[in-house]
């Protein structure tokens, strides 16, 4: 889907990069609540009509504009909450819980639904669901709450339930071949022009150090780097398990840190395996950022 114009940005294959941009989703949802305060609105479609009242009128309005909706697709989910479960589970969460009045929506997918990958509180806040042909009633259960889906045909034959509906309906997708695909996505590309070079969540990357993570909001990883930075700093030499257990975070999260922290200069590379690698900035010296 690459090139389509109504893109905020390519779409990301890096589970790290994906990871970022639910964070800007997050950021973003709670930046529109603040504007919808301003306005004293209740969500976005009646923003928009006292934005664009207010613009065509005499009353100052600063630089308020009408927000577009925003939809996130997730092609895999399996493959974020092998990387990041509990951020992964915590963002999908509370965007799903808070997002819908700000415009911002969420389809999520995977071929692997186990308890480990949908979770119950993310599967209770997903009331709407659709479940292709399952491998067992197992699987079906844990998409839909009930049996079903072991018994579809393949082929776009789909079970869909509705939020408000106590059983799921049977119902047939449509097949698009690769070559109708690219007639749609060239037909838009000509009509309005192609996918901007620089999608909004880039900006938390462009940083480094403890600042990398402060942009969109992020405080809670910036404060865990800088713990995990004067801890380094305390051992004169450090193990990415050590880190895990001093912050009491995820093995990922730790690892990941352990990585910035490397990028930073402040520790070496890893020599071997279950080495601790060598602090080379220690004391109260700030890193080079």
């Known amino acids: 889907l690459n090139g389509l114009p109504h893109l905020l940005g390519m779409a990301e294959t890096n589970v790290e990069r994906g990871l970022r941009v639910l964070r800007w989703v997050a950021h973003e949802m709670d930046v529109r609540y603040k504007r919808f305060a301003e306005l004293t609105a209740r969500n976005l479609e009646d923003y928009n009509t006292k934005v664009t009242r207010k613009r065509s009128g005499k009353e100052p309005l600063d630089d308020?504009?009408?927000?577009?909706?925003?939809?996130?697709?997730?092609?895999?989910?399996?493959?974020?909450?092998?990387?990041?479960?509990?951020?992964?589970?915590?963002?999908?969460?509370?965007?799903?819980?808070?997002?819908?009045?700000?415009?911002?929506?969420?389809?999520?997918?995977?071929?692997?639904?186990?308890?480990?990958?949908?979770?119950?509180?993310?599967?209770?806040?997903?009331?709407?669901?659709?479940?292709?042909?399952?491998?067992?009633?197992?699987?079906?259960?844990?998409?839909?709450?009930?049996?079903?889906?072991?018994?579809?045909?393949?082929?776009?034959?789909?079970?869909?339930?509705r939020p408000d509906a106590s059983s799921p309906m049977r119902i047939q997708g449509c097949f698009i071949s690769e070559d109708e695909l690219e007639a749609i996505i060239h037909y838009w590309q000509q009509e309005i022009g192609a996918t901007p070079a620089k999608p909004p969540w880039d900006a938390v990357s462009e940083a480094r150090g403890p600042e990398q993570w402060r942009i969109e909001g992020l405080d809670k990883d910036a404060d865990l780097l800088e713990q995990a930075i004067a801890y380094a700093r305390s051992q004169g030499s450090v193990s990415t398990s050590g880190i895990q257990r001093r912050l009491r975070i995820s093995y990922p999260r730790a690892a990941r840190l352990m990585e910035q922290m490397e990028n930073m200069g402040i520790v070496g590379p890893q020599e071997s395996a279950g080495r601790k690698r060598r602090v080379i900035l220690g004391g109260e010296e700030d890193p080079p950022l």
Do not use: Y
């Open 64 to 161: 308020a504009k009408p927000l577009p909706r925003i939809v996130v697709l997730i092609d895999e989910l399996a493959d974020l909450m092998l990387f990041e479960p509990e951020e992964t589970e915590r963002l999908l969460t509370r965007i799903a819980q808070m997002a819908r009045a700000t415009g911002i929506h969420l389809v999520v997918a995977t071929q692997r639904p186990s308890t480990d990958v949908v979770t119950g509180l993310i599967k209770a806040n997903f009331p709407a669901r659709v479940s292709f042909a399952t491998a067992s009633i197992v699987d079906s259960r844990v998409i839909l709450d009930a049996p079903g889906a072991e018994t579809l045909l393949g082929r776009g034959d789909m079970l869909f339930l």
